[in-house]
């Protein structure tokens, strides 16, 4: 006589699991990280290597001997996860022990002290990356020149990234300041200074599209922003300068791209109905175009989604009608 066990629904496994989504958005970062080792060389091996290393131990340390967890979590690759996308927002040419604060920083105060992944409210790079531009101003603000190999680890040659530039435009009109700027060409392909993530708008959109079509992530928060940014850019247009170079400049160059296919898609961090996420990129793309505008940093990216994230359990509140529930 055969026997059935039953179990409540559901009973179908799609094989999803949060390792498999680390993996994905990890291998989705490579051609990028590979363009900024291409531009910046030993820097960009050397932050990212400290960066993940320090988050992985971090989240051991934690787990194993503050919370006392028999079960370790560094296997699902979250922690490696967050190493690479702190590395990404972070010049290659930065003093290593500054990397190693970040990390821990990232890690132990935006991640392990609200309990771990799934409970963290923001985004734990981004924790990271804010916590070092506050406390290190001139080292997280000093850009080193991509010249591949042959940039050296701590004494790089330094400059303005074009964000820097567009931003003094915007405020004198001086429109010889367009000589400095990268073509529009070498802004997509990554020809140009900035953090590691900065440097390929090519990499990062065909990275954010495999994410898209694997179904890691969903096109809502990602459109949303460019199309804000692209918007707002449009009708804050430099006079004398044409709006889509004023466009094409602010989509391609700084953190925009990483931000939006690969930080403010973060599971945990952002909202779970459509509608939440367009209103989510909305919020990001329109708070980081005033940051870039009035602000005191030439980027807002980070800002902007850590202000967004603070509004997630608003924005979760949206949901649709329920079949016969009459609207409160």
Not at 13 to 37: E, F
Not at 232 to 241: D, E, H, R, S, V
Request: hydrophobic share 50%; with cysteine; net charge neutral.
């Amino acid at each position: 006589m055969a026997h059935f066990i039953t179990s409540p629904a559901p009973h179908a496994h799609s094989g999803d699991s949060i390792r498999r989504n680390m993996l994905l958005v990890i291998l989705a970062l490579l051609p990028a990280y590979i363009v900024s080792v291409v531009e910046f060389g030993w820097g960009a091996l050397i932050t990212a290597a400290v960066s993940v290393l320090a988050c992985v131990c971090t989240e051991y340390t934690i787990s194993r001997f503050v919370l006392k967890e028999q079960k370790q979590t560094i296997g699902d690759l979250s922690a490696v996860l967050t190493g690479f996308l702190l590395a990404f927002n972070l010049p290659s040419n930065i003093d290593w022990w500054i990397v190693l604060i970040g990390a821990i920083v990232a890690i132990g105060v935006g991640k392990m002290s609200f309990g771990g992944l799934g409970q963290n409210p923001f985004n734990p790079a981004l924790v990271g990356r804010v916590f070092l531009l506050i406390s290190f101003p001139v080292q997280m603000t000093t850009w080193p020149v991509a010249k591949g190999f042959e940039t050296s680890y701590l004494d790089a040659e330094t400059g303005a990234t074009p964000l820097y530039f567009l931003k003094h435009i915007g405020k004198t009109g001086d429109l010889s300041l367009l000589n400095q700027l990268p073509s529009l060409w070498d802004s997509f392909l990554g020809a140009m200074g900035g953090s590691l993530g900065e440097v390929s708008a090519c990499a990062l959109i065909l990275g954010g599209l495999f994410l898209i079509c694997t179904r890691v992530i969903t096109w809502h928060i990602p459109v949303s922003i460019i199309a804000t940014v692209a918007l707002f850019a449009w009708i804050a247009t430099p006079a004398g300068m044409e709006p889509a170079t004023f466009v094409g400049y602010e989509l391609l160059t700084g953190g925009l791209m990483l931000g939006a296919f690969f930080m403010a898609t973060d599971y945990v961090t952002s909202p779970m109905s459509a509608w939440g996420k367009i209103i989510f990129g909305v919020g990001i793309g329109f708070i980081m175009m005033v940051i870039r505008t009035w602000g005191a940093y030439p980027e807002g990216m980070s800002f902007a989604i850590l202000i967004m994230n603070a509004c997630v359990p608003l924005l979760n509140k949206i949901r649709p009608q329920r079949f016969g529930e009459k609207r409160k």
